[in-house]
């Protein structure tokens, strides 16, 4: 991750400028750079006019007039929130927001996106533009927003159901960890429904100890003591126990792959990373190995 390459959407609300502040703190620790994004789409389709400015719809009619306007306004939003020795040149383009993130991306190394943003058609909701973009994007998609920017790596939490999907997370929670010197929980999850299972027996629940200690020994030993691993058993569904358990155990970070076990069942409504990424009160880092095998 040396030199990364870091892609932030903005929608120029403030709360998607906490993901330039995020962004900052992984560029300084791999000695990269940002760039400020904006899509937009033409005034036609828009109800409002050019709404990051509050204008009306006769404002602005020309396109160059507009990119002017927009690239300006990029370069002063990243000046108020980067260190300028970090930006590069803003990049804008016209289009479906979610879809001209993922295709611009494909010339960095990480998207920083917020969850929120304005309330207009690129909101940056959950479950709108940065759920697509985290179904779609071909690279790491960090997601942060006003309540839960990066402002220091000691704890990361790397989550694992000993799928090889969920091990594509390893080597990027591993490089953080090792530039950081930070502390690296490994958690699994042993979820179980009391009404149809019995309580699993402690046999049951040190083979699954054991099991993780030797994944960690075996993808991690490069972090010596500051690996740690935990087990956590439990009736709940599993992103509702790793929810749980950041709000007891709150993390600088949380690093997952959108795929798990189950395959195809990745970043729909009710998955397991998509209900972190929208709930939990650290910044997630995903990683659809899917993606980035095709």
Do not use: C, W
Request: no cysteine.
């Amino acid at each position: 991750m040396e030199n990364i390459k870091i892609l932030v959407p903005l929608d120029f609300s403030e709360l998607s400028t906490s993901a330039l502040h995020s962004a900052q703190k992984i560029a300084e620790l791999f000695q990269g750079s940002i760039t400020p994004f904006h899509s937009y789409l033409p005034l036609n389709e828009v109800d409002g006019g050019p709404y990051m400015f509050g204008m009306g719809s006769t404002a602005i009619d020309d396109y160059d007039e507009i990119e002017e306007a927009l690239n300006s306004r990029l370069t002063e939003l990243a000046d108020e929130n980067v260190e300028q020795s970090l930006l590069t040149k803003p990049r804008i383009s016209i289009g479906n927001p979610a879809q001209a993130i993922v295709e611009e991306a494909k010339d960095f190394d990480m998207i920083v996106m917020s969850t929120h943003g304005r309330t207009g058609f690129s909101r940056f909701f959950l479950g709108s533009v940065a759920e697509k973009v985290l179904r779609m994007a071909h690279l790491p998609v960090l997601i942060v927003n006003e309540e839960r920017e990066i402002t220091g790596l000691d704890k990361i939490l790397l989550t694992t159901d000993f799928s090889d999907h969920s091990k594509e997370a390893f080597s990027y929670a591993k490089e953080i960890a090792l530039k950081a010197r930070a502390r690296l929980e490994l958690l699994n999850i042993f979820a179980y429904d009391p009404e149809h299972d019995n309580d699993p027996d402690k046999s049951k629940i040190d083979l699954r100890e054991q099991r993780l200690k030797v994944l960690a020994k075996e993808e991690l030993h490069e972090l010596g003591d500051l690996v740690s691993t935990r087990v956590i058993v439990s009736t709940e569904t599993p992103h509702e126990a790793i929810l749980n358990y950041n709000l007891n155990n709150p993390q600088d970070l949380i690093v997952m792959s959108t795929v798990g076990r189950t395959g195809i069942d990745y970043l729909m409504m009710g998955s397991t990373t998509a209900n972190v990424a929208r709930h939990v009160k650290s910044p997630v880092l995903s990683i659809n190995p899917k993606q980035q095998a095709e």
